[in-house]
């Protein structure tokens, strides 16, 4: 039962085969067993999710239900809820009770999803491997001395190991894509502007996207069919026509191209990746795509852009945290500046720090033209290189990383290798588009993602592509050993 | 790129972080690793490029300017820190 995707939990609950408080217990309990060994979530409610449960149950009774109604799942410890402590991985925000539900949040109560708890996180987000969080590392299902990836590590652990069918992550240079790698699932990183923000703790606003990560393609469709929309509480959230973003799932690949640019298949990416990577792409070219090599110059510099404008943006956004109107504040402060800056240092951890200084410099006084400036102007190159990509391909393949999980505690003292692992990740995000990653095969006995990249708006296809391909691979329903029972 | 140790305490005092005397080599090392990697942009040509400060370029949206937000002050005050009437309580500021 507890292997189930999002789709089949649906029908059963749907034929009352299954009551949403039987589920609910069932990853709950799931949940209470494994959660020391992977430590995947920072709260757990299970009192409230059971009330969820039995009004989940009524709806049904009733026929008053929807496709998402009683099916259990985790929020990234990122959304507003309100009453429930909201961390965002961060002893700033330990004590944090959030007044107002996030809308993703409100969006998914809304269609009756029972939240068991609040996944863990990179503290504020800021990480590829969920060891920044106050709270402790989580830890890959597939191997425990393995990072699952960050910064929704929480959220892709668990789904991973099935203590949960599916969670929220948001992903701001890779968050959602590369965790969901790592792990082995499927996760889709939207449109810039198609889920709401409101109430998603803000990292870089430019950047930050909320999106699903599941089992399936199938899954992730569904549960954007109730996170997506327009919301007058986000200044940069889109007025569009509502998708159906299950509507084109089965839809033929006939004549489909594929974009492979040349930058993500190089020397540099773990062999059994590529590999598999490439027997990924055979499988879409007997679906009846088309390859076209392509390239994506500008790609190294990613990098380098990302990591002036994120914590350029993130530096201005965490400002907030002042110990004055919420958070944790310093004790004894001697005068208001000590208060500022004592509860600051103390509250943040060290990466979080290091981004706001970095964020500090990049946009002070006399530095801000050589930085800031010209990681805006790179940026634009790195979206006009898709936009050019795009006039000639449908979609673009490569690997979600460049390798599989590395171990806990490798590269947590090395910033800016932690930083280059997001190579094929961040350039999505500075140029807005969407992408997903999907479950490929194993490398070294540890997951591998294939990302597909679209143009903007192109969730359906990249949907669609990602399903068919999961209707004639089953990587996505292997289960890590420990966890199959 | 290196930033000497005024330079760090001039950021850490911009960002109000306190940070340890002990501490500044460490800092000097992290942020000049990150800053050598960020240089890799420089010999880039963009003096044609318009910044892109917003990936979709959108217009910011207009409401009508009517009163929505309520008043939560007390919701809000809940978990702040230390309030007084209705009020945050922060160190005298003015003697």
Known sequence: MFSHSLVELSRLLDQRSISSVELTELFLSRCQDHNQELNCFITLSPRTALEHAKAADKLINNKQHGPLTGIPFAHKDIFCTEGTRTSCGSKMLDNFQPPYDATVVKKLNQAGMVCLGKANMDEFAMGSSTETS??????????????????????????????????????????????????????????????????????????????????????????????????????????????????????????????????????????????????????????????????????????????????????????????????????????????????????????????????????????????????????????????????????????????????????????????????????????????????????SGLPVGLQIIGDYFSEPRLLNLAHRFQQDTDWHKQIPEGFTE | MSLDRKQIEEIAMLARLSIKAEDIPVHQQELGGILDMVEQMKPVDTDEIVPLAHPLEIDARLRPDVITEQDHRDKNQKMAPQTEAGYYLVPKVIE
């Open chain 1, 134 to 443: 106050f709270y402790g590392p989580t830890r890959n299902p597939w191997d425990l001395t393995k990072v699952p990836g960050g910064s929704s590590g929480g959220s892709a652990s668990a789904v991973a190991a099935r203590l949960i069918p599916a969670a929220t992550g948001t992903d701001t240079g890779g968050s959602i894509r590369q965790p969901a790698a790592l792990c082995g699932i499927t996760g889709l990183k939207p449109t810039y502007g198609t889920v709401s923000r409101f109430g998603m703790i803000a990292f870089a606003s430019s950047l930050d996207q909320g999106g699903p990560m599941t089992q399936t393609a199938e899954d992730a469709a569904m549960m954007m069919n109730a996170m997506a929309g327009f919301d007058i509480n986000d200044s940069t959230s889109l007025e569009r026509e509502t998708t159906d973003y299950t509507a084109n799932l089965n839809d033929s690949m006939d004549g489909i191209k594929i974009g492979l640019p040349k930058q993500y298949f190089s020397d540099d990416v773990d062999a059994g990746t590529i590999e598999k990577i490439n027997d990924a792409i055979k499988q879409f070219e007997k679906g009846g795509a088309k390859i076209v090599d392509i390239e994506l110059p500008k790609t190294a510099l990613s990098i380098p852009s990302y990591y002036v404008v994120a914590p350029a943006e993130a530096s201005s956004n965490l400002s907030r945290f002042d110990g004055v109107r919420f958070g944790y504040r310093a004790e004894d402060p001697k005068d208001l500046l000590d208060l500022y800056c004592r509860s600051r240092s103390e509250g943040f951890g060290n990466e979080v720090k290091r981004r706001i200084m970095i964020g500090t410099y990049v946009l002070s006084a006399g530095y801000y033209d050589a930085y800031y400036l010209k990681a805006q102007k790179v940026r634009r190159m790195i979206r006009d290189d898709f936009q050019q990509a795009f006039k000639e391909v449908d979609v673009i393949m490569g690997p979600t990383t460049s390798a599989p999980a590395f171990g806990l505690n490798e590269l947590v003292d090395d910033p800016v290798q932690m930083y280059l692992a997001d190579i094929f990740t961040v350039s999505v995000n500075l140029a807005g588009l969407p992408a997903i990653s999907v479950p490929a095969g194993f490398s």
